[in-house]
């Protein structure tokens, strides 16, 4: 009877691990020193609102922020082609994890949060870096550049 519970223990832990939306095993890295992406940040207006990207060299779009003005929510996308239930934000003054969906059809986990979410300030103002973890890919870190912050204000107006 105890060796059975005991066997049953790991599946227990991973269950509430995913339940609770815990950041994966990488949310343990020391993201203010840790190796930033390589890409750049752009912004670009468009209608109804505004897009910040995170790009690589080649131009392929890493993660989103997007500015919906009629419904004043930011979306925030990282793409990928591995489905996870969520993502860790870090910023130098908060962190949270997101319960997110997967779209196959545009290869990206997203989710939406209101354009005055405290997290989203905890991103414009971050000092040197973001982070977005999820589960089954390599952390993201980038650089806090301005486009995130005005995507973000585009919202707020």
């Known amino acids: 009877m105890i060796s059975k519970l005991f066997a049953a223990l790991p599946a227990l832990f991973v269950a509430a691990s995913v339940s609770a939306q815990q950041p994966p095993a990488t949310a343990q890295l020391d993201y203010g020193t840790a190796r930033i992406t ?3 940040w ?3 207006a468009v209608p109804g609102g505004s897009t910040a990207r995170f ?10 922020l997007e500015c919906s ?3 004043r929510r930011v979306t925030i996308s ?5 489905a996870a239930p969520g993502l860790f934000i870090w910023t130098t003054d908060a962190s949270r994890s997101l319960g997110a969906r997967f779209d196959p059809a ?3 986990v997203a989710l939406e949060l209101a354009a005055r979410d405290p997290l989203l300030d905890a991103m414009a103002f971050s000092r040197g870096r973001i982070a977005v973890v ?5 952390a993201l870190i980038m650089p ?6 005005r995507t973000i204000e585009d919202c707020r107006n």
């Open 38 to 40: 390589p890409g750049m």
């Open 106 to 108: 545009a290869m990206r």
């Open 55 to 64: 790009v690589d060299s080649s131009g392929a779009t890493r993660f989103a």
């Open 42 to 44: 752009t912004y670009q």
């Open 78 to 82: 990282r793409n990928t082609n591995v």
């Open 69 to 71: 003005k009629a419904t």
């Open 134 to 138: 999820m589960t089954g890919a390599e």
């Open 144 to 149: 806090a550049w301005p486009e995130a912050a």
